[in-house]
């Protein structure tokens, strides 16, 4: 149990466990069949069958337990780390001089082998010399390619390695002792990780593709390669991946994209561009197009309204994303970006809940010309909705700046065509255009209004008072003429 409370993930019987036990001096000998017998039936404990998963202790508290009571006895706690290490180290032996088969280097060691060489504080040199400098060697590079196909693994314990080399020639030179400084160790390390990352960048990604394809890569191995890539020819590969792959790994394909776009901080023209190649991807998975929109918010406002344009769409019929959506439109703090984006959502806009918040940023404008412009494309949308149009016509009467009488006359017009066939809101309309300073635009409102007013003539009586008070003769004329005109053909 204390064997296994020191392993850093499951130990499959065979090759591993019973080759572990045998590192570690007990009165008794452990053999295969002993230890399956003992293990299978301590379903309490242990979880695993030894064979398809490892055996590992069932609850992490059993680790914790184990680990105490190994620590209470130094000289038996020392004996079951170094027999990891000895282990680790014969295996790595064998591989270096072609006694083991790459692909029989076992999955424990290639996941925490340098795990357990980290975990021990040995003397440095001797942990270089006897650890960490025989994974320099051709065979546990070798054990790596066979085992996933790539490098990833392989790159991961060589940035280890390398560290530990700096830092001990780093002390050798603190301490003036440039003899003992393992300099061409360091350099060879670093040649070799060079060498990899060159070997990589130089597989083209349709390659990579092609070999899934024709069935001579399976899907893992292509992935594994992908994701060794710089970041744009990542996601070239992982959507070459995706549209050749099922449904399950074609999402996973794209939540990887995502996260490769998210940690992409230095360049966010790229971070649009694959933002935007991947939403047309994205149709009828609501917790990606999620991921998407979180992932863009991180970009500057300019650019995540670029993105947005393109999400809404997506977002339609999906409230929960309209209303994560507006919340983050909310926090825009650029005018001219804010009116964009909420543009961009304001045609997707169907609830009353999720209208009534797209009206509450609007109010919340400062640039009053913006929030003319949101409204007049908002109108449509507010359809059928007394309260809401009652809403959106106040936030038009306040905006009573003369430079923004032309947006304001779009807004009120547009807001009017949707209040078609109720006088209330209608009166409310030509009561706003009565208040519009300038006598064009108060001129432009009645001609656009009065169609509305075909079958209100009272309301069309208000219109021809309201086009009689206009002093300027044009602007009255081009009023009473439009009023009339509708009063006419009644």
Known sequence: MQVLAAAYGPLLLEHELVDLLKQIPLPVSWNYEKLRDILTTASRLIVGDGENQGFSLIHPRLNDYFQAELAKNPAHQRQVHEAYLNWGAAVVTCLNQNQLMPDSCPRYLLDHYTDHIAAVHLEPNFALENYWLPLLEGGWHQAWEAYEGAWNGLLSDLERVFEVLRQ?????????????????????????????????????????????????????????????????????????????????????????????????????????????????????????LREALSTAWKLREGNFTEVLIILAPQLGSKPDLLEQALSLVGHIQDKYYRSRALIALAHHLLSEPVLQRALIIVENFQDKEYRAQVLTILASQLAGKPNLLQRALTIVENIENIQDEENRVRALTALAVQSAGNPDLLQRALTITKKIQGEKYRSQALTRLAPQLASEPDLLQYALTIAKNILDEKYRTQALNAVENIQNEK
């Open 168 to 288: 001990y020639n780093q002390a050798c030179y603190e301490r003036g002792e440039r003899i003992a400084m393992k300099l061409a160790a360091e350099v060879r390390c670093a040649l070799i990780r060079a060498s990899i990352y060159t070997l990589i960048q130089n597989i083209p990604a349709e390659l990579v593709v092609n070999l899934v394809e024709a069935d001579i890569w399976p899907l893992s191995r292509a992935e594994r390669v992908a994701l060794q890539f710089e970041p744009k020819k990542q996601v070239d590969c992982l959507f070459g991946l995706a549209k050749i792959t099922l449904p399950s790994d074609n999402s996973r394909l794209l939540q990887q994209i995502l996260i490769i776009t998210g940690n992409i901080h230095d360049d966010e023209g790229l971070n649009v561009q694959i933002l935007t190649k991947l939403v047309p991807h994205l149709v009828g998975k609501p917790d990606l």
